[in-house]
């Protein structure tokens, strides 16, 4: 799954992360329809990648969230179209909204992606988000962006890292700079555990809040449109 072995048509991607806590007293069955009919929206045509499935990992000092949907597109346009699909409006009224209890989500371009923008099934996930204190300059922000692009460097089992300024402040509590890193699966993922928690408390000066989540991409995923 490594970046060498796979070619893409456009060194941009947009990356399109949703965040749920469930209601305490959600139903296994709503839940578990909630997730396939997430999954099913891979079908939009504005789609390249779409996974959603239950968090193994949540850390953070006062957010909790139980799942997480990610997406990846060719274009902030794309993302739009996506939004406003009527399935996907349709979707989030039948089938979220009546078993989530919070929801936060960003969004950030990805530049210089050479890499497939399908994640195989069984890939494990691990999504950086942070929340910079009041007043941080640009010189601060580049620090951080810099420092969150540099594991990729350190750590070569990392398959695929995106690194991005959250361009949809909108439902994202304040969070602002965004990553996520690819690895082959789980193992992988928890052998760079600590190294990567590591990195982020290097620049613990600049931040007000981070959440850091781990997933798995689920089996069998449906086919999004290439």
Excluded at 163 to 187: D, H, M, T, Y
Excluded at 193 to 213: H, K, M, R
């Amino acid at each position: 799954m490594s970046c060498s072995n796979f070619t893409s048509t456009s060194d941009q991607i947009i990356e399109h992360i949703v965040l749920y806590k469930l209601k305490p007293d959600a139903d296994p069955p709503a839940v578990n329809a909630m997730l396939s009919n997430l999954n099913r929206l891979a079908s939009i045509d504005s789609v390249l990648h779409l996974s959603a499935g239950p968090v193994s990992r949540c850390r953070s000092n006062s957010l909790t969230f139980t799942h997480m949907l990610h997406c990846r597109y060719r274009s902030k346009p794309d993302l739009i179209s996506y939004s406003e699909n009527p399935n996907h409006i349709s979707v989030v009224a039948d089938y979220v909204k009546p078993v989530v209890d919070d929801v936060m989500a960003v969004d950030w371009v990805a530049n210089d992606f050479s890499c497939s923008p399908v994640i195989p099934p069984g890939s494990a996930l691990r999504l950086t988000i942070l929340k910079l204190k009041e007043g941080t300059g640009e010189s601060g922000k580049n620090e951080v962006l810099g420092c969150l692009r540099g594991i990729k460097q350190k750590y070569p089992s990392i398959e695929q890292l995106t690194v991005g300024k959250n361009f949809s402040p909108g439902r994202a509590k304040g969070f602002s700079i965004c990553s996520i890193a690819v690895f082959k699966g789980l193992k992988e993922l928890e052998t760079l555990a600590s190294e990567s928690e590591t990195a982020v408390e290097q620049i613990s000066e600049f931040l007000d809040g981070v959440v850091v989540v781990d997933a798995v991409v689920p089996g069998t995923l449906p086919s999004a449109c290439l």
